[in-house]
């Protein structure tokens, strides 16, 4: 009986049969002496199989300095899948291809780019390890053998990017306290509403007090059934060592997390991972994207490397989107909008998008002679009455909203499938500086450009900037903006006002900018994203 | 009176370049650049025979340059302990990369003379550039100094951020340095000049010259020249701003068709061009177009 395996979109459609079978024991090698691990593969589910999914082999477990896959030696690892040819099977005749695949045999290698035909023999029950040498490296192994034939479809695990209601583990930010310049407040806030367990603060002095960890990398994962395997997407924002280009290799880096930098060309502002995010799991037009989508800012004139770009299309399930984030000085989408949890709402969450009309709203109420001494040295205002008599700035805003933002809410409500219910509209106005021609900075600090912090419990902590508009003295509890915040923030979650004043908002970036979280794995794409798989 | 000898040192040591008065034995002995000027700063404050009353007299002098020598050997006298902290104050890097000076303290106009001290003292363009950015936020005395540079200065990143920063300038300094930027052979500091217009308070005394940078050949120019003619409500330049509705740069179109509405919507609305704007190829002019009519 002869059986022939597809590609593509059929690709999927025994992978659920499979999986049980094979996937479960990815990364489990120390099981390939039993045959526990295997009971119920009969050779007649071999010659069913038609996918086959592993974990790219691209961390260090030895730690040697190059990735596993370029050491191409015959040493046991945990990111090799195992692949079960049960007893009965007897002689076979293999044959592979695909660039980034290999295929090892009783401690060798028994196929790769170049020795793309092998024969195995005899009846006994045999281990093939398939490595993968990249993210969604692909391959073919056909076997053929007693007058049955098959062919396997292979497939590493694609690179899959955390989104922001992923349980969080630990947060990252570098510590700086020198030249008159200090987050030590905010650390130690942070360190109180989290844990101290929970956040490290890396000393600035090491990395040139670069303190724009968000920008530098980004977590992710390189999944399979109970691989998890990591990997920390290295941006090419800072390089050869400068500011923090070594701080993945450095802090984050060691067995089962990977390190890998995607892209190569000069880099711009948006080459920086806070114009790098992925949404919630969305579904649009009847599709489901169940690890939601990448997106990241831009336009065709401006934006991230391609080689960065064109690799996170190729992961397929989590389908990137580019709204325009080109008006922007900074030029990344956390300046002005994210998605926050939201327990109210069907779909789970509701999208923050800055609003100037509220803004104006918002300072128009206020008393003008208010004074608001933080924004004296860094925005030429030293009143409310300064913001809402500046016929300019309030034409800028105007033009902001009209022309640029709304304009990508009508992208966004496309592209992740929303309608005006699930957008939450909060204050946000613009100024120009005149380093940046005529792109855009957030005057109020952006609050918007927040980290969530998710907890195994269900809560969601919003880490967001202080907008100080108020007096010096006065708490928080007297900033009309804070109490506006509140008012808009869906149930379920819960706002902390950090001080991040001097060190990131005149630095034009608010505490999504300056932290980095871990967190722990989102949907499994094997089950739950096969149907996205294909439609590259 | 302070001694002629040390007005005219003072002033040759701001200078920068060739003195005015090269003939001046004691100018040639005191002129010099780059990192002699901090020590030449250096020695006299700690001159005793220039006294307080000869230093107030300087600051009173028409040269900004005499001023600023004056007052910044005043403020390392005065606030010792002040400059010694920021005469060493870093800019750290923003999140574009450019570097910034931060922090509260930042808007104090006696750190004026000394930023101003340290911009005419550092090499190397981004700091100077950073040095620039700061000065108009410490509220002291700094535009005079930026219209001078805008004439002298070579590198043309540098005079379009001092074009820019004009708007922040008082009357007199404003219009002189948005109009030196305005007549810049550099379209990139022209841009900058005509964006600034729109900022700045006194933006309305330079009506003509915007009107003029309508018909600019970058298209940059056209477009910061129309918003500012807009945001100054400029009613006397809505038939000039016209044929840029036509311009073949779609953001030049965009500020024009803002700009103009600003001036007068209802003229605006009945426009024979909005019925091709509405359906211009840059979605932002066609929506814009769509929302008047």
Known sequence: MARTSHSGPSLALLCALAL??????????????????????????????????????????????????????????????????????????????????????????????????????????????IEFGEPVAQGELSFDGGGDSNTIALMAAPLTLNHHFQVGTHLWILSVNSMGYSNASMVTDLETILGSDRVTAVAGTGYGNDVWVQDEFEFGYRRI?????????????????????????????????????????????????GNLETSPPVTVDGVEYPLGRIYYGGDDGLHPSVGLTSFLQSQQVQAPVRPDSSWLCVGHVDEFFTFVPDSSSPKGFTLLVTDVDLAWDLLDSMDPSTEIPKYTSAHHVSTIGDLVDDQALRDLNDDIQQDEIERVILDLKAEFGLDDSDITRVPGIWEENSWCRNYALALIPGLVNLAVFTEATGDHKLLIADPFLRDSGEDQSTDPYIALWDSLMPPGTESFYLDNWDVYHEGWGEVHCGTNIHREVGADWWTDATHLLGGE | MM????????????????????????????????????????????????????LA??????????????????????????????????????????????????????????????????????????????????????????????????????????????????????????????????????????RAAGWSDHGDQLIAELMAALGDSDAYVRAMAARSLGTKRAAVAFDALAPLLRDGDADVRLRTLRSMTRIDSEAMAVRPELSDLAQDPDERVARAAQSLR
């Open chain 1, 20 to 129: 049980p079978l094979m996937a479960a024991n990815c990364g489990k090698q120390d099981d390939t002496s039993g045959e526990t691990g295997h009971t119920g593969i009969s050779p007649s589910d071999f010659w069913e199989i038609e996918s086959f999914y592993g974990a790219p082999n691209i961390d260090d477990d030895d730690e040697n300095g190059t990735v596993d896959w370029d050491d191409a030696v015959a040493t046991v690892d945990n990111d090799w899948a195992e692949l079960v040819i049960p007893a009965g099977v007897g002689d076979l005749n293999l044959g592979l291809t695909g660039e980034s695949v290999r295929v090892w045999f009783d401690g060798a290698l028994l196929l790769d780019a170049t020795t793309t035909s092998a024969s195995l023999t005899g009846a006994d029950a045999k281990t093939l390890s």
């Open chain 1, 225 to 273: 059934a109970d691989n998890d395997g990591e990997i920390i997407v290295d941006s090419i924002r800072s390089q050869q060592g400068r500011y923090l280009d070594p701080f993945p290799e450095e802090q984050l880096q060691r067995p089962d997390v990977a390190v890998g930098t995607w892209g190569s060309s000069t880099p711009n502002s948006l080459d920086s991972f």
């Open chain 2, 3 to 54: 001694p002629r000898t040390l007005m005219i040192s003072l002033f040759a040591l701001a200078l920068g370049a060739a003195p005015a008065l090269a003939s001046d034995a004691r100018i040639a002995d005191a002129w010099m650049a780059g990192p002699q000027r901090a020590e030449r700063v250096q020695s006299l404050v700690a001159d005793t025979s220039l006294t307080g009353a000869d």
């Open chain 2, 57 to 194: 007299e300087a600051m009173t002098s028409a040269d900004w340059r005499v001023r600023q020598q004056a007052a910044v050997v005043q403020g390392w006298r005065s606030y010792p302990e002040l400059y010694a902290d920021f005469s060493v104050r870093q800019a750290a890097p923003t999140r574009t990369g450019m570097l910034r000076f931060r922090g509260s303290e930042i808007a104090d106009g006696r750190l004026a003379p000394l930023f101003l001290e340290r911009l005419l003292q550092e090499p190397g363009v981004a700091y100077e550039q950073a040095l620039i950015e700061v000065l108009p936020r410490t509220g002291g005395d700094w535009a005079d100094a930026f219209v001078g540079l805008l004439q002298t200065e070579s590198d043309v990143g540098m005079r379009a951020v001092l074009a820019a920063s004009m708007s922040d300038a008082p009357r007199k300094q404003a219009v002189a340095g948005m109009r030196l930027g305005l007549e810049d052979a550099s379209a990139q500091v022209r841009g900058e000049a005509a």
